[in-house]
């Protein structure tokens, strides 16, 4: 089993709706999650990251945690085709200090 | 935001030649990482700095060494590159404040062909 598990996709959504992305983990000592969004040919960007139960917002984006469960979701509300990207989830790996732990990422399109 | 650079943005090189991907960054970060990207795939760290003169190996087993002399500066080195050595490298750092905010900033990545 991998460390940090994402759905490959494409997850493809319209344009104005809602885009659910999910994330398993391995660890149970992970504490904080991250979520980073990757354009074709460009690095990661840091978008979400959530160390506690329950949902954080951040203008269209929310991420969810759920530790009894082993998973962490992001949600962007009012999607857009300039949100066609690669999401990356990410864990700290509790066994190395602060060393992340990428998934493979999940590739969303927007189609307008 | 993000002020962490790596050249050269793109290298092709032929086998058996020595390589130094250079990054730097100004922003005083303390922690400095590499990652190896095939297209499709996770990132794969590679090696990590805490600071100057402290260097690690990462997860994914990499044929590359590292140095950390300055602060800003983490280059990554291939002696002798061979075709499987071919894939992105993005160099990242971190303030090293905490667990819960260990945002990385990633550099805008070196595309390594070895041909």
């Known amino acids: 089993q991998k460390e940090v598990e994402q759905n490959s996709g494409p997850l493809s959504v319209p344009e104005g709706a809602i885009a659910s992305l999910n994330c398993t983990y391995s660890?149970?000592?992970?504490?904080?999650f991250f979520w980073y969004r990757q354009y074709s040919g460009k690095s990661p960007e840091l978008i979400m990251f959530i160390y506690s139960n329950g949902d954080k917002e951040d203008g269209r984006f929310t991420a969810q945690l759920n530790k009894a469960s082993q998973y962490v979701s992001l949600l962007i509300r009012d999607s857009q085709p300039s949100d066609s990207a690669t999401y990356l989830c990410?864990?700290?790996?509790?066994?190395?200090?602060?060393?992340?732990?990428f998934g493979a990422g999940t590739r969303l399109a927007v189609h307008p | 935001e993000a002020d962490i650079y790596q050249t050269p943005r793109y290298l092709v090189i032929g086998t058996g030649k020595k390589i130094t991907l250079e990054c730097s960054q100004t922003?005083?970060?303390?922690?400095m990482y590499w990652y190896q990207q095939d297209p499709g795939m996770e990132l794969h760290l590679i090696h990590y700095s805490y600071g100057v003169n402290s260097t690690e190996k990462g997860d994914l087993s990499s044929e590359s060494t590292v140095s950390r002399i300055r602060t800003e500066h983490f280059p990554l080195t291939l002696e002798s590159a061979r075709p499987s050595h071919t894939s992105q490298y993005l160099c990242?750092?971190?303030?090293?404040?905490?667990?819960?905010?260990?945002?990385?900033?990633f550099g805008s990545g070196t595309q390594l062909s070895v041909l």
């Open positions: 990410a864990a700290p790996f509790s066994g190395g200090y602060n060393k992340l732990i």
């Open positions: 660890d149970r000592g992970s504490q904080s």
């Open positions: 922003m005083g970060h303390d922690k």
């Open positions: 990242a750092s971190s303030k090293g404040t905490g667990e819960t905010n260990e945002k990385l900033f």
